[in-house]
């Protein structure tokens, strides 16, 4: 089983040149970020291994909520209901506090990260709320060279399937803009300054995200504001 699971994520992960290696802040740059300059550092646009942690500060509403914790966890198989089940990817645990849980089955595809599968669970009951998947998938973030340059919105199209526990099945079609908003952008994050790839999806709601190569997402904000305290590599 271990054997399979090493072949499995040497397949899985895009050749790329990692920049630090082994610092929780490979992307961070010195003081303001050199001025006018910016420059992305090389790497995966999120970089994926099991073991890798990233922390982040919470703010809803105005208020600090508990922090987010997302870790790679395992490769397994996706398991569940949907067109993905048979498949293999990656168990992505993302907490907040101690008892708000969601679990996803994620993988790399080429260039990009895609979610297959996800599980909510209640933060006061502990509880599985919801159960979702997607077919054909949802992207998480598309680092492939053409969605990394300033130019028009891109659409995502997929089939999203919600199982309520307890309630009533859906499935609908779901739509998301993507779009480069800067292509390097230099960003102070908490007590740290990145060059960072700055995207926006517009879903449901509008979101920004801002990745650094090597690091993965170092801010999100849209409906909640996320910065990252720190990134540790997995072993």
């Known amino acids: 089983m271990m054997n399979g699971s ?7 992960l895009p050749v790329a040149l990692l920049v630090g290696c082994g610092s929780t802040d490979p992307g961070a740059t ?10 992305l550092a090389a790497g995966e646009l999120l970089p994926w291994k099991i073991g890798n942690k990233w922390t982040y500060k919470i703010v809803e509403a105005g208020q600090q909520a508990p922090n987010k914790v997302t870790t790679i966890e395992s490769a397994e198989v ?24 969601t679990i996803s089955w994620q993988a790399p595809d080429g260039a990009k990260v895609v979610r297959y ?3 909510s669970f209640g933060a006061a009951s502990t509880r599985l709320e919801l159960e979702e ?12 060279e053409v969605h990394m340059v300033i130019g028009p919105a891109w659409i995502e199209t997929y089939q999203e399937t919600k199982l309520p526990t307890g309630g009533q099945a859906t499935t609908a079609t779901a739509m998301d803009a993507w779009k480069v ?3 390097c952008e230099t960003i102070q994050v908490l007590d740290k300054s990145y060059n960072a790839l700055h995207v926006s999806k517009q ?6 995200y801002w990745y650094v190569p090597g690091v ?9 504001t996320e910065e990252l305290i720190k990134f540790e590599p997995g072993p």
């Open 6 to 12: 090493k072949t499995f994520c040497l397949t899985l």
């Open 30 to 39: 010195d003081g303001d970020g050199g001025g006018s300059s910016c420059t």
């Open 78 to 101: 996706v398991g569940g209901t949907g067109p993905n089940a048979a498949k293999m990817a990656f168990k992505v645990v993302t907490k907040k506090g101690t008892d708000d849980q």
């Open 117 to 119: 599968r996800e599980q």
């Open 133 to 144: 998947h997607w077919d054909p998938y949802k992207l998480h973030i598309d680092g492939n």
């Open 181 to 183: 908003i800067s292509e």
């Open 203 to 208: 879903g449901g709601d509008l979101k920004n």
């Open 216 to 224: 993965g997402k170092v801010k999100e904000t849209g409906g909640q």
